[in-house]
């Protein structure tokens, strides 16, 4: 297989998984694009490489930002931006973590608190407390053991630890 389509499968192949995260298509092989490019690349050369919009790399480039797995970069003498993908893909899946218990399990426990706090007393209301309950107290579990995972990588010892273990 030669580089081009070995770029273009690993592009395709992480767009398809993006949906499956939670992120569209097109955020996924901007991201996936930016990976895998050894120089920093403008909208307009991720515009050319994709065959996408402006406005599509534009608004996506900029959630990459706000996720914090993308980062611009300054290029002397330049006037457009460039955009970089963290390369350590540890420090990514911490971030993608971090962000996505922001987004989603945050929320969640919020609400699952709230009605937790509630105490429904009518007909049926024993059933749903105790559902809720069990629920939130999953979520509250879930979120201590990201929280230990996300400190680890924090803590120098520890997630160079980690790191040795994952790699092969």
């Known amino acids: 297989m030669e580089l081009k389509q070995a770029q273009e499968k690993f592009i395709s192949t992480w767009g398809a998984f993006g949906t499956q995260w939670g992120i569209n298509r097109t955020m996924a092989q901007i991201h996936a694009l930016l990976l895998i490019s050894e120089e920093a690349l403008s909208a307009e050369d991720i515009m050319k490489k994709l065959n996408v919009s402006r406005g599509n790399v534009n608004m996506n480039v900029r959630d990459l930002l706000s996720w914090g797995i993308v980062h611009k970069v300054l290029k002397f003498g330049e006037r457009k931006e460039f955009f970089a993908a963290e390369k350590d893909i540890y420090k990514t899946a911490i971030q993608i973590m971090k962000e996505r218990r922001k987004r989603e399990l ?49 803590h120098w010892f520890t997630g160079s630890l980690m790191k040795f273990f994952v790699k092969k």
Do not use: C, R, W, Y
Request: charged letters at 30%; hydrophobic letters at 35%.
């Open 106 to 154: 945050g929320p969640v426990l919020e609400l699952l608190e709230g009605l937790k706090l509630a105490e429904i007393n009518e007909q049926g209301g024993d059933h749903f407390n105790k559902v809720v309950g069990e629920i939130h107290t999953f979520g509250e579990s879930t979120n201590k053991m990201l929280d230990k995972m996300i400190k680890a990588d924090e």
